[in-house]
C-alpha cells in the first residue's frame, strides 16, 4: 500500500502553465479551428482551472472566462483523488499507461465503479498513473456534465447564467498524444462569458435579501 497523501502534496504546482500574460493555444469544438487565449487573471483552482482570457477572434470582444478541466493543476480535484503534486515524472507514468494500451480497459472499470468503493477500496493501492488516468477520466465525465446543463439552459443564457460561447480543447501536445486519444491525453474546456460579480461563497453579503 502507498504511502498516505496529504493536502499539502496535491497543492498547485509552481510549474503550472496558467499565469497572468502567457498565450495557450484553444481548438474550438471536436475539430475546429485552433487559436489562441491570452490570460489576464487567474481564478482560485478547484475542479477546474479557471481564468480571464482575451481570444483571438473578432466575434469575441472583450474578456471571457476560460474553465480548463485539467487534472494536473485542479487542486480540489487532485486531493479527492489522493493524487500528489503533479510534475513530469507523474506525467511520464501515465503517458506511458495510457500509450500501452491500458487507458480504455481502466476508463471502463472506473465508469462501472461506484465513486465511494473508488476512493475506499482502490484508491490507496493505485499508482501513480492510475490515479491519473481516475482524474483524467473525471475532467472528461465533469466537462460532459457541464456542457450538458448549458445545452438543457439555453433559453437563459445571458439572462439567468452565462453565455457559453464554446466547448473547446487544449490539442495533444506531441503526435504520441495524438495517437493515444483525445480521451485520455488531452485537456477539455469551456469557454464562456465572464459576468462581473461575487463569488457563491459570499452570496449571504450580496445577495437580494427579499428573493
Not at 480540489?76 to 507514468?93: C, S
Not at 499507461?97 to 465508469?111: A, D, H, L
Request: proline share 4%.
Amino acid at each position: 500500500m502507498s504511502a498516505t497523501r496529504n493536502d499539502d502534496e496535491s497543492s498547485p504546482s509552481s510549474v503550472s502553465p496558467y499565469k497572468v500574460g502567457r498565450t495557450l493555444n484553444v481548438q474550438l469544438g471536436q475539430a475546429g479551428p485552433v487559436t489562441s487565449a491570452t490570460i489576464s487573471r487567474i481564478f482560485e483552482s478547484n475542479l477546474s482551472c479557471t481564468m480571464a482570457v482575451k481570444i483571438d477572434s473578432s466575434s469575441l470582444n472583450g474578456q471571457s472566462v476560460l474553465k480548463l478541466y485539467d487534472r494536473r493543476f485542479a487542486s480540489r480535484m487532485r486531493q479527492h483523488g489522493k493524487a500528489t503534486a503533479w510534475n513530469p515524472d507523474v506525467e511520464h507514468q501515465y503517458r506511458q499507461f495510457v500509450q500501452s494500451g491500458n487507458g480504455p480497459s481502466f476508463f471502463k472499470f472506473i465508469r462501472e465503479t461506484d465513486d465511494e468503493d473508488l476512493r475506499y477500496d482502490y484508491l490507496d493501492d493505485w499508482n501513480d498513473a492510475q490515479r491519473e488516468a481516475y482524474l483524467q477520466h473525471f475532467c472528461i465525465h465533469f466537462y460532459r456534465t457541464e456542457t450538458e446543463v448549458y445545452r438543457r439552459l439555453h433559453l437563459v443564457q445571458g439572462i439567468d447564467i452565462p453565455r457559453l460561447f464554446a466547448s473547446l480543447w487544449i490539442p495533444a501536445i506531441s503526435s504520441e498524444s495524438a495517437a493515444a486519444g483525445k480521451e485520455f491525453l488531452s485537456c477539455p474546456g469551456l469557454l464562456v462569458e465572464f459576468l462581473h460579480g461575487f463569488p457563491l461563497s459570499d452570496i449571504a453579503d450580496f445577495a437580494d435579501r427579499e428573493t
